[in-house]
């Protein structure tokens, strides 16, 4: 079968690019030319290049490909939306339309003139199911007492910011709040933390959004994030179980295991 997709900034639409085309898929791939690796081309069936904002450019390049489903991934940054984009015709009535700029209204208003266009927004992670993390340890350390007490208290405070849609991530140090989520994105998130906490251990805690959206924007983190966690002194990430993408999730738990950083899944409360 052929899909679309709609690939963003690292490696997350490489990976998906990878697992479809195992599973024996064509794929049609629209890269934003402001994040998309140039890889995703060598890996795509076809490639068109498109910058923010060329909405109609979008959907007349997968109405061509015959594309009726299609996913999206990688990372698109906030900031990007707001500095780069240069909206065509069909986008400016889009963004006009909306009452609430912010991400899950943009995206949300984006996948339904797709659905209207004939063109069905599946789940970003629709063929890399097997990377959601599980409950529990992810790699071979479970979170100590004190990094427990801190994911306990960093989940309360990262779902009420994720409930509006502000950031997903929070740094916890010693049941503190040093640093969360905003347009930055995870990686400058680990980067302010470490400069305000002393070199003192941190806890990294990310939640999906209330009732989220699998066709977009899920939790993720990769190889990257435990590198600059291990530099920030952060030895635990909890994240939200079977809502969490772990990007090349095998190469990030041992990583994680040399670096001694425990990755615990959170189950969905009861």
């Known amino acids: 079968m052929k899909y679309g997709l709609i690939a963003g900034g690292g490696s997350f639409?490489?990976?998906?690019?990878?697992?479809?085309?195992?599973?024996?898929h064509q794929m049609a791939v629209v890269a934003v030319?402001?994040?998309?690796?140039?890889e995703?081309?060598?890996?795509?069936?076809?490639?068109?290049?498109?910058?923010?904002?060329?909405?109609?450019?979008?959907?007349?390049?997968?109405?061509?490909?015959?594309?009726?489903?299609?996913?999206?991934?990688?990372?698109?940054?906030?900031?990007?939306?707001?500095?780069?984009?240069?909206?065509d015709l069909r986008?400016?009535?889009?963004?006009?339309?909306?009452?609430?700029?912010?991400?899950?209204?943009?995206?949300?208003a984006l996948a339904q003139v797709l659905e209207d266009e004939g063109i069905s927004l599946l789940d970003s992670t629709h063929?890399?199911?097997?990377?959601?993390?599980?409950?529990?340890?992810?790699?071979?350390?479970?979170?100590?007492?004190?990094?427990?007490?801190d994911i306990a208290y960093?989940?309360?405070?990262?779902?009420?910011?994720?409930?509006?849609?502000?950031?997903?991530?929070?740094?916890?140090?010693?049941?503190?709040?040093?640093?969360?989520?905003?347009?930055?994105?995870?990686?400058?998130?680990?980067?302010r933390a470490k400069a305000l906490s002393n070199g003192r251990r941190l806890t990294l805690v990310k939640v999906a959004k209330p009732n989220q959206d699998m066709r977009f924007d899920v939790p993720v983190i990769g190889t990257r994030t435990i590198r600059k966690m291990r530099?920030?002194?952060?030895?635990a990430v909890a994240v939200d179980a079977a809502k969490t993408l772990l990007l090349d999730k095998e190469q990030l738990v041992a990583e994680a295991?040399?670096?001694?950083?425990?990755v615990f899944g959170l189950a969905a409360p009861a």
């Open 40 to 87: 995703v081309e060598e890996l795509a069936d076809s490639c068109q290049w498109v910058s923010l904002g060329q909405l109609s450019k979008l959907i007349e390049t997968f109405h061509a490909e015959g594309i009726s489903q299609a996913v999206m991934s990688g990372r698109i940054q906030h900031k990007q939306i707001f500095s780069a984009i240069r909206p």
């Open 231 to 235: 530099a920030a002194n952060a030895t």
């Open 127 to 149: 063929f890399l199911s097997s990377s959601l993390a599980r409950p529990g340890p992810n790699g071979r350390r479970k979170p100590s007492k004190g990094e427990s007490s």
């Open 13 to 24: 639409p490489i990976l998906t690019l990878k697992a479809a085309r195992a599973a024996g």
């Open 91 to 108: 986008l400016l009535k889009l963004l006009n339309s909306l009452r609430r700029k912010n991400t899950n209204s943009l995206l949300g």
């Open 154 to 191: 960093g989940r309360e405070i990262a779902q009420a910011l994720a409930g509006f849609d502000i950031g997903q991530s929070v740094v916890i140090c010693e049941q503190a709040c040093v640093a969360v989520e905003a347009m930055e994105g995870t990686d400058l998130l680990l980067e």
């Open 257 to 262: 295991d040399q670096a001694g950083i425990a």
């Open 33 to 38: 030319k402001e994040e998309a690796a140039p």
